[in-house]
């Protein structure tokens, strides 16, 4: 199902000046490659060699922290949105 | 010995601390000076104390203005402690993405809070700051650490000499990393007019899009005013992981519990020491390890 995916400012210079893009994803992991796919310069600014999510990129689902949901697994619901957000609190473990 | 003037006396004169099991063997030496060790916990209590009596020496701050700024945590703190000794009101703007622990500090210590869109980062809370100062100038105090010539004068006052007698003026490089500059501007006015050999490193993000509390990559977005370029005699540019890979050696080998910006400066001295056969090299620690935060490990059985 499509789902928006909104960028930070320092990112959207990889995705032809857009803040918003819209992809096809059932999960959040997907939702992320096929950002990654059709902007490639964003793959890694946003995923480690290991495809893992970078320790700093924080991903949303709505108000929610992927972290505390199922990571890239998530599966998503019509009309979510996807946010991208640097972590300026000292990085993330886990 | 007890001090007289309240919270602002106890900022500054902060301790260096050898890294001898961060030194190469047959390198230089390594020190670090540990701005965590402030009052409010981190270098910008240094700005913060010299902005806010600067606006009341020249009349600008008054007892009904509100102190106003945009910051990502550590200058909200530093205001807000200083302000409370001082009893002004303070609004801090701060990114929604900012460091729990330094929102919950400001909060406590009586700080107002305006968060801005996390996705425009320190840009849309330096633009929001202005807004709200534009809607009603008469009400706010605004110093602006981003431009106020305050912010490098406390370093050029205070971290400079304090560098120059902890090492007997036998520093010979000098590295920080830069956010709005003023750190490494004054400190480093300070040494090259007694030093002229000492060489300075500028330390920055690499990549605009990073995660080290603080720091700034020049390339993007908007330039503090207080920034010029070739400030350093040499330019270091630490990915995020980099950054924190070295917070956790320094936490893990000499038990100093440090912030992500710390790890970036000291792993560029670390990169510098490998070039270098001998000298003194000062790291500028801004500030301490996040915990309470969501930057906590999880300890796994
Ligand atoms: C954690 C941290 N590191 C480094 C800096 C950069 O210092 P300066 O603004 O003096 O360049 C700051 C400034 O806010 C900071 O909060």
Redo the contacts with the bound molecule.
Sequence with gaps: MPVKIYLPTPLRQYADGHDIVEVEARTVGEALQNLASKFTGLRKQIFTETGGVRSFVNIFVNDEDIRHLQGQETVLKEGDTIYIIPSIAGGSYD | MVKGRGVVSLVGNTPMVRLSRLERPNGPKIYAKLEMLNPGG???DR?AVYMILDGVRRGLLTREKTILDA?????GVAYSMVAASLGYRVKMVVPANASRLKVAKMLSLGAEIVFTDPLEGMDGAIKKAVEIYESDPDMYFYPD?YSNPM?PRA?YETTGPEIMAQTGGRITHLI?????????AGTSQYLRERLPSVRIVEVQPEGEFHGI???KNMNGGMRPSLYREQIGDQLIRIPTEEAEETARKLLLKEGIPA????GAALAAALRLSVDLDSGLIVVIL??GLQVGGEGVKRVRP
Excluded: F, I, M, R
């Design positions: 981190s270098v910008k700005p910051t990502s945590g550590n200058t650490q912010n370093h920080a990393g830069v956010g709005t500059s003023g750190t490494l509390e603080g720091l912030g992500t910006s710390s801004p500030d």
